[in-house]
């Protein structure tokens, strides 16, 4: 089975603080993504990764930054923490190929910044 | 640019009832994929079902089934037999045609579904 998982659940941070947001992947999938999850918005892409070192930005990267070092793992970064930035984090995957391939998604984690 | 639209923010349904989950969706391409994301509480995301847009035959999945009409861009949901299990939120997502690397979902805005035993 793939797995997806992300370094915390839930996290709590002050205003200011420098927040890194860890997502690993194990099946070796080109595409990496993160995305932010807000009642009543769905959820919005912030930054996908197809290739480590590469990265474009999504609908909304604003105040977020991204680092893709290996393959299997890619790094979502506040850079300074706002409140407005309280959400819950998903990171998801998938194969670089055509067709249909569903995007395996890791647990989230549940962030608020005080 | 993509929009999808899920106009039910909340629904319930009895258990072993049959349920629809309604989604319509904006977009110019003509080669797409439409996909059902279930979102159980506190867990992670898992696929329910997908649809190839070139495809006229609806999906099935067991007791999942969707309702895909091109023309009139919808794309709806039906679960039947509903299980207590499937007490979720629901999401709606669409993704262009393979197109180089580009590979991301546009989500709706979710339904939570609630089976009442």
Redesign the interface.
């Known amino acids: 089975d793939v797995k997806v998982t992300q370094s915390s659940r839930y996290l709590v941070k002050r205003t200011g603080e420098k927040v890194f947001l860890e997502c690993v992947q194990d099946m070796d999938h080109e595409n990496m993504f993160w995305y932010r999850q807000d009642p009543g918005l769905g959820l919005r892409l912030i930054y996908f990764s197809y290739d480590v070192k590469m990265k474009e930005k999504g609908d909304i990267p604003e105040g977020y930054s991204v680092s893709r070092e290996k393959k299997e793992r890619f790094s979502l970064i506040l850079e300074s923490a706002s409140t407005n930035q309280t959400s819950m984090y998903l990171c998801a995957s998938t194969p670089l190929q055509t067709g249909s391939s569903e995007q395996y998604f890791g647990p989230g984690t549940r962030l608020t910044v005080t | 640019a993509q929009t999808?639209t899920?106009s039910q923010?909340e629904m319930s349904v009895q258990e072993a009832e049959t349920v629809t989950l309604s989604c319509t969706y904006d977009t110019s391409e003509n080669n797409y994929?439409l996909?059902w994301?279930k979102q159980p509480p506190s867990?992670?995301?898992?696929?329910v079902i997908?649809q190839?847009a070139y495809k006229q035959q609806n999906a099935t999945e067991n007791r999942f089934s969707v309702n895909f009409q091109k023309a009139a861009k919808s794309f709806s949901l039906k679960i039947s037999d509903s299980q207590l299990g499937d007490t979720a939120m629901y999401?709606c997502a669409f993704?262009k045609g393979?197109s180089g690397?580009?590979?991301?979902?546009?989500?709706?805005?979710?339904t939570q579904l609630t089976v009442l035993p």
């Open positions: 999808v899920q923010p994929y996909f994301y867990r992670q995301m898992i696929l997908r190839e999401f993704m393979f690397s580009a590979r991301q979902l546009t989500f709706g805005s979710g």
